[in-house]
Structures are given as C-alpha cells and as structure tokens.
C-alpha cells in the first residue's frame, strides 16, 4: 500500500492509498491510526481511491498541535485533497472522524460529494451537553490528573494510565478462548497495541477539542448527502438508546442506517465485508 507524507498548516501527516477511481476520505478513531482501515481498504480499492491518514499525533503523522480546534483539523483535511489533486471527495469518518467530516462538510462544502458519519450511539449524539456527557464518562481515565499538577506527577500518572490500558488490551477474551480466529485476533490486538502506543500523547488533547467543538451547530450547514451510520449496542440500547433518527434531523439530506454490533472497542474492522457492502450501496446511487 502507498504511503505519503504531507504538509499541511498543522505539520506533515502519513498517509496511506490504494486504489483508482472516485476519491474516498477514510477518517478514523480516536487513539487509532489509519491501520483501523487494514481489512476495509481491500474491499473497496476495486471502485475507490482511497485516502486513508493518520490523525495528528496518531500513526506516523506529527504531534497533534496545541491550542487547534476540529475546524483547523478538517481544513488540513482539504490541504490533504489538495496535494492529491482531488477537488471533491467522498468522506467516511467514524468517531472522531465523523466531527472531523461534519466540520469539513459544512466549512468546505464544495470539497465533499457525499458523507458518512458513523460511530456508536454516544457518538452521533446530536445534543452537544448530552454528548459530551457521556463520552465524558467514557474517557475520564485521561484526565484523572489534577490540571495544577507538576510535570513530574503529570508523566508518572499518564505512564501508569498507559499501562492500565496495554494491560486491559494485551489479553483479549478472544485469545483466550479455542477459536480457530485466534491468529486473526492476535495480529488485530498487536495493531491495537502498537496505536495506543504511538497515540497515547495525544488522545486526551483530541478528545478535549472533540469536546469543545460545536457540532450541533455544523450539522445543520451540511449540504451533502449524508448517511449516518448508527453502531448500535446491546450495552447502549440499555444506557442511552438509539440516536441516529434524532441525529439525522439535524442534517437537511441525511438517511440513517443501522448495523448492530457488541462491545465497546469497536471500528468494526471484525465487520469490514458488511461495512463494505455499506458504503457502496450508499455511494453508488447517483
């Protein structure tokens, strides 16, 4: 697979490609580099140029700067489709990605054809407060160090946060158990491992700008035909329901389609041929 780095206002993103045809933006996850898109990019580089980067401060792209917000994010986006010498794309953002593609939708309309945003329900909340609130819960681990805190305690914390985390990943029930898959689940969780590592610095910060950014407001200027794709949970149908009809009520040309799923980390890779037959139907129709 082709690999680039390019320049932008923000500093040099990796970036991988395959693939001919009408451009496809993939934006993926918080702590996940470009690799979350190992088993989808085959399926898809038949109909698609695909352009896959790691976020700042993921992968093997620069440090996620200081004092950005998701719109500097996303017009790097656009410096991105500018030295592949594409004018307009299609977008497919999942969590962090999907803020990502909305402010890049609604800032630089005339960049994208169509968009999908998905996530698991607590990220297609369309209230920001609400949303916020829950992927709040979801993430405190990263902040669990006092603001005022020294430089010494600061790394000593984020060190043993980091190691609570290699830790919860490293054993998967799946290599646990006598599945045939385990070579498969073994080789997913070393590319787990190897994102946390090379994201850990920077997850907080992107979660922190993913927290201050507007999107509520973003998603009534988007233009493009979209399609929400909602991950729905057995755990979040219980704890916060279905958000995707509330979600496409936000966007003037949006259809909502849902694809149920288990567990908490979850960038679909396990589900990349369904995924796959997903976006085409969606971007095939004229």
Partial sequence: MPRHYVNTALGQMHVRTQGSGPPLLLLGSAGRSARMFDHLIPLLSERFQLIAPDMF???????????????????????????????????????????????????????????????????????????????????????????????????????????RRLT???????????????????????????????????????????????????LGRIQARTLVLEVATPDEDRTIGRQGPAYCERIPHAELQTLEAKGFRLTLEDKAPELARILLRFLDRS
């Avoid at 792209?61 to 500018?82: F, K, N, Q, T, W």
């Avoid at 054809?113 to 609400?130: F, R, V």
């Avoid at 290599?175 to 994102?195: E, H, K, N």
């Fill in 57 to 163: 401060g993921h992968g093997n792209s620069d440090p996620l700067p200081a004092s950005v917000d998701i719109r500097a994010i996303a017009g790097c986006m656009a410096e991105l489709l500018d030295a592949f010498s594409i004018e307009r794309a299609n977008v497919y953002g999942f969590h962090s990605g999907n803020k990502i593609g909305a402010a890049l939708a609604a800032n630089w309309p005339d960049r994208i054809d169509k968009l999908i945003l998905a996530g698991q329900s607590h990220s297609i909340i369309a209230s920001n407060e609400a949303r916020n609130r829950v992927i709040g819960g979801r993430t405190q681990e990263y902040f669990e160090t006092p603001d005022d805190a020294g430089a010494i305690s600061k790394a000593l914390s984020g060190w043993a946060t980091l190691q």
């Fill in 168 to 218: 919860d990943l490293w054993w998967p029930d799946a290599l646990l158990s006598s599945s045939p898959d385990r070579l498969q689940a073994l080789a997913q969780t070393r590319t787990l491992v190897i994102d946390e590592l090379q994201s850990f610095d920077s997850t907080a910060a992107l979660y922190s700008i993913n927290f201050a950014y507007d999107l509520s407001a973003d």
